[in-house]
C-alpha cells in the first residue's frame, strides 16, 4: 500500500529524517519513526500499568506451596 503524505510541512519533516538517518525511502522513515515513537510511549507508562498482565498471571496461579524445597528438587532433577 502506497503512503501519500499530503501536507507539505510533514512531507518536509519526511525528507529531512529520510536524510538524517539514511534510510531509503520515506516510508521506511515513517515506519523508523512509527517504531521508535511506540517505544518511547511504552516505556513512559508507568511500571504498575507494564506489568499488570504478569501480574494478573501470577495471582491467577496462586500462592503455590509454602514449604516447597527448591534445593531438594534441584537435587532431584539433577540425580545428585
Not at 517505544?39 to 509454602?66: K, T, V
Amino acid at each position: 500500500m502506497p503512503l501519500y503524505i499530503r501536507d507539505d510541512e510533514v512531507d518536509e519533516l519526511a525528507i529531512k529524517l529520510q536524510h538524517l538517518t539514511g534510510t531509503a525511502t520515506k516510508t521506511q522513515v515513517v515506519r523508523l519513526a512509527l517504531e521508535r515513537e511506540i517505544i518511547r510511549l511504552e516505556a513512559a507508562r508507568p511500571l504498575e500499568e507494564r506489568i499488570a498482565r504478569s501480574m494478573a498471571l501470577a495471582d491467577a496461579m496462586g500462592a503455590g506451596e509454602g514449604d516447597f524445597d527448591m534445593k531438594a528438587f534441584t537435587d532431584e532433577m539433577w540425580e545428585t
